[in-house]
């Protein structure tokens, strides 16, 4: 095998890995929640804003995988499918954000917060329109402070750690 078709297999095997770990991630973080009337908050949010930023766009798997398991573990499996795909496209608008940022000078904080803040409009958005379609407007509408809130948190805890995080970027 010559060496670059080598190298570009390891970095296949090494992004795999990283989606499989952050999955693991995401679905511990989202079973660490504080139940709340209409569902629950809990700190996976912030584990896929991480995994947007390093590894990039195949955030999408970690974000959507492990947040669906998790629905499916708490007992929601109604909200498996919009749970993949919302989750998913945070991950992925997230990182899609910052990749097109990624050639200016050194990725920011204000770009880590448009991206971050895109990604979890989307939660918000995602999850009224579902449960507006599953349940009723009303309901939807009571969930929107706590998918706010856990927002906020998630933004509060992912951008710190972008920082603190010294690892090298591997995509």
């Known amino acids: 095998m010559p ?9 296949k095997l090494r992004l795999t890995a990283l989606c499989g770990v952050f999955a693991a991630l995401v679905f511990i973080g989202t079973q660490i929640r504080i139940p709340t009337a209409v569902g629950y908050i809990n700190l996976g949010d912030g584990v896929i804003l991480i995994a947007s930023y390093f590894i990039g766009p195949a955030a999408f798997f970690p974000g959507a995988i492990g947040s669906a398991l998790s ?5 929601y499996p109604m909200y498996i499918a919009p749970t993949f795909l919302i989750k998913g496209l945070m991950g992925l608008v997230a990182a899609l954000i ?7 000078k050194a990725m ?3 770009v ?3 991206a971050s803040a895109a ?9 009224f329109v579902f449960e507006a ?10 969930s929107v402070i706590f998918n706010l809130i856990q927002a906020g948190a998630a933004i509060i805890i992912a951008i710190p750690l972008t920082y603190a995080i010294r690892v090298k970027k591997t995509v």
């Open 133 to 142: 379609l599953y349940y009723d407007v009303a309901a939807a509408a009571g």
């Open 119 to 127: 990604a979890e409009l989307i939660m918000v958005a995602g999850y």
């Open 108 to 110: 920011g904080f204000i």
């Open 3 to 11: 060496e670059n078709a080598k190298t570009k297999s390891r970095s």
């Open 98 to 104: 910052m990749t097109k940022s990624h050639g200016r």
């Open 112 to 114: 880590r917060l448009i």
């Open 71 to 75: 629905d499916l573990i708490a007992g």
